[in-house]
């Protein structure tokens, strides 16, 4: 299969101890991809993976200690070289062909992000799988647009505009929604590729006693991302609406304004303007620009350490 036109390409794979799952990855990419760089952002891994990469000619670059698979997602768009990037997952679920088809449609559709959308049946577990539905269902809501799949981790991005947002981006693993959710903000256009992910090699490295934890602060950064007043404001409405109720009763039946009416009336008002603040704050944090500058990639030339091997 003929690879499809396109700008300099940077395929970043974070990866912690997954050399395994890399040995059969890298030389199908290399196979597709002979002008492509291969960056892999060895997260503190312990079982060999920058020898994994020299031997199939991928640039790596190792981390001393595990910083987070949001963090190596950031250092790696800050060090590719390719106008165009792709992330995907180093435990084998995300395939080359799936990196081929999303690469025909974005270049064919001049688009700023393509995200490979899993199916129903792949997700993992029930729970998440659930969890997944509903965060869809909010960012499609917040964002007028329907979201296919918020959390995916394959993705191909035009990397001036994905370094736009990497001050916003946490250390861990919710980067994709921040990433999807500031596009949608910034009026970059973003679409959905259909994807049937693999089951993955090796142990998953998600903690399963985090997973309510990372359901609620995700409910919060679609919110409070993208438009905290509209997160905000059906808050404050409901609370003004119980506070009306309930003065409306008290009043009938007792003649009197209560002090729980009075509280939910201020909650309501402060509910309300702390979403309004915040919607100041978040124009704020999206200033174009600001950060463009320092989140450039480094040196792409032809000398250092750090240089991706075997570009075309």
């Known amino acids: 299969m003929n690879q499809p036109a396109q700008p300099s390409l940077s395929i970043v794979i974070p990866a912690l101890n997954e050399a395994a799952s890399l040995d059969r990855l890298l030389p ?8 492509a760089e291969l960056l892999v ?15 199939h000619g991928a640039r790596c670059v190792s981390h001393p200690y595990n910083m987070g ?15 165009v990037l792709v992330f995907m997952d180093a435990d084998g679920q995300h395939l080359p062909e799936h990196v081929e088809r999303l690469l025909q449609r974005f270049d064919a559709e001049d688009l700023d992000m393509l995200v490979g959308a899993r199916p129903w049946s792949s997700q993992a577990g029930m729970l998440r799988g659930l969890g997944n539905r509903i965060f869809n269902w909010l960012a499609s809501w917040m964002t007028g647009h329907p979201v296919k799949d918020l959390t995916s981790g394959l993705r191909v991005v ?3 505009k994905f370094r736009e947002f990497l001050h916003l ?5 919710s980067y994709p929604t921040t990433s999807t959710m500031a596009f949608f903000r910034s009026g970059y256009t973003v679409g959905y590729e259909p994807v049937d992910v693999q089951p993955r090699h090796g142990t998953s490295h998600l903690n399963i006693w985090k997973e309510g934890l990372r359901f609620l602060l995700i409910i919060f950064k679609i919110g409070t991302f993208y438009s905290p007043l509209k997160f905000f404001a059906p808050f404050s409405l409901l609370l003004f609406a119980a506070a009306s109720a309930l003065y409306a009763y008290t009043y009938t039946t007792e003649g009197r304004f209560t002090n729980m009416s009075a509280l939910l009336y201020t909650t309501s008002l402060l509910t309300f303007m702390i979403g ?29 350490d750090d240089e991706p091997a075997n570009r075309a």
């Not at 199908?28 to 002008?35: C, K, T």
């Open 28 to 35: 199908d990419l290399r196979h597709r991809f002979p002008a």
């Open 41 to 55: 952002i060895d997260d503190g891994s312990s079982d060999g993976t920058p020898a994994v990469c020299e031997r």
């Open 69 to 83: 698979n949001g963090a190596s997602v950031k250092d790696g768009a800050r060090r590719a070289c390719g106008e």
């Open 158 to 160: 035009k990397a001036d």
């Open 169 to 173: 981006m946490p250390n861990g693993f």
């Open 276 to 304: 309004l603040v915040s919607e100041q704050i978040t124009g704020l944090m999206y200033a174009h620009g600001e950060y463009a500058e320092r989140d450039r990639p480094g040196d792409c030339g032809d000398e250092g």
